[in-house]
């Protein structure tokens, strides 16, 4: 199968249910990382809607609202602001106008750092502001096809052993997983240029976002901190192991680790079901946010992801592990009435890497397994939660790179990870 990585304009699932959130909610919030394709949504709601945009990137636009955001944000006319968090003051002078009127959609802001990082940001628009993620593309997105398997998984699960045609090869989940989703790290002419590109966003965000949110001491070790938690990606997270490795105190390193996840290069996966019973963990998994940026971070390219020695196969298993709950993270973030995901972790070492719950207390759980032939013992986990929750489990999966699907046993499937983009017909 030929992958074509081209960026190109790609219609995003979140921009539908934007403009949905607009109906309702005054302020509707656009956060996530750099150059996902924010102001690109950014332009295609002010046209759809009638709105007029400030760019915040832009020195003149950003100055001309520090010195006078009441007038730079008045009348009734939609106003898209993008990159809001240059100038947190604006959220007093939107709280202000939303004052004088109330109404539905009259605002839309992008930012490139999490909102309760920001002074004051947590109070100022409490009741009016509608937060959406906007995360690397897709899988989905990419190929430009429409995702539906976790919705789909939590009605009717038999629709994953419907079979597929043309299998995905070991390689090309690889050349997935170091492509990631960044619609300008897809659009390189070379792995080279794709390279350079990931560097130069990784250093970028560090000096320029991380010291726009704080002031920090000991700000040449950030990017070696990050490769350390690149090391730990879809692991329990180990704040001490990362701080000792280059010499960083401890209390100073957790600071740095939540900066770093406040502009979206990593991301903690909390502790789900810990009052299941005593010996739930309480630890989180720390995981890259994109596998591009992950795979970079810790120099792996596709011969050494490719290889079959020890070494590299436990590499590509977390990297595997990072790329599919990545993809699963963002399904998610596309459907009404569920819970932030999680993972679910024993003390015994039972583990369940990804679990999502709805409102109606329905659970999925799902294990990611790097070996192309599911054993099992891979449902472990699984049957064990399974039999924990009695009937609010809805399902259970492991992905696989594998070619088969089928049912394991009750609520149980095994599921090759393509599935998850590739729709059943």
């Known amino acids: 199968m030929v992958i074509d990585r081209r960026s190109g304009l790609r219609q995003r699932r979140i921009l539908p249910i934007a403009l949905d959130h607009m109906r309702d909610d ?3 919030l656009l956060e996530g990382p750099r150059s996902v394709g924010k102001s690109t949504l950014l332009r295609q709601i002010a046209a759809q809607r009638d709105g007029r945009i400030l760019d915040l990137d832009d020195p003149a636009t950003l100055d001309a609202v520090r010195t006078d955001p009441a007038t730079m944000l008045s009348g009734d006319q939609l106003v898209c602001i993008d990159e809001y968090q240059r ?3 604006l959220l007093d002078a939107i709280k202000a106008e939303l004052n004088r009127r109330t109404a539905p959609g009259r605002f839309v802001l992008t930012g ?4 309760q990082s920001l002074p004051g940001a947590s109070q100022a628009l409490t009741g009016r502001l509608d937060r959406l993620q906007v995360l690397p593309l897709s899988q989905g997105e990419i190929d430009e096809v429409h995702e539906t398997w976790l919705e789909d998984f939590f009605e009717d699960p038999s629709r994953s052993l419907a079979p597929l045609s043309n299998p995905t090869t070991r390689g090309e989940y690889i050349e997935r997983m170091v492509a990631g989703g960044y619609p300008l790290a897809l659009a390189a002419s070379s792995p080279a240029a794709r390279n350079r590109w990931l560097e130069n966003y990784v250093s970028l965000t560090l000096s320029r976002d991380v010291r726009d949110l704080s002031e920090i001491r000991h700000g040449a070790l950030l990017p070696d ?16 192991k990362a701080a000792n490795s280059i010499g960083l105190e401890q209390n100073a390193a957790a600071r740095y680790i939540a900066l770093l996840e406040q502009v979206f290069l990593i991301y903690r996966l909390p502790a789900w079901g ?3 019973n005593s010996r739930s963990s309480k630890s989180p998994k720390v995981h890259v946010v994109d596998s ?3 795979s970079r971070l810790m120099r792996l390219t596709p011969s050494k992801l490719a290889q079959l020695e020890p070494a590299a196969l436990s590499e590509f298993g977390h990297l595997l592990e990072t790329f599919v709950v990545g993809e699963l993270r963002k399904q998610a973030s596309w459907l009404e009435g569920v819970y932030p995901p999680g993972h679910w972790r024993t003390h015994e070492g039972a583990e369940v890497d990804f679990v999502v719950e709805r409102d109606d207390g329905t659970v999925v759980a799902i294990e990611v397994k790097s070996s192309s032939r599911t054993q099992p013992s891979d449902f472990r986990p699984l049957e064990r939660l399974r039999d924990k929750l009695g009937p609010a489990f809805a399902a259970g999966a492991v992905l696989s790179p594998g070619e088969q699907s089928f049912k394991f046993g009750d ?3 095994a599921v090759p990870i393509d599935r998850l983009w590739r729709p059943v017909k």
């Not at 490139?112 to 909102?115: D, G, K, P, R, T």
């Not at 901190?225 to 001490?240: D, E, H, I, Y």
Request: charged share 5%.
């Open 26 to 28: 005054p302020v509707v």
């Open 87 to 89: 100038a947190p003051i």
């Open 112 to 115: 490139s750092a999490q909102h």
């Open 225 to 240: 901190l990050l490769q350390r938690l690149a090391g730990q990606t879809a692991q329990v997270l180990n704040v001490s």
């Open 274 to 276: 810990t009052t299941l």
């Open 292 to 294: 591009a940026i992950a």
């Open 411 to 413: 609520r149980l499937y």
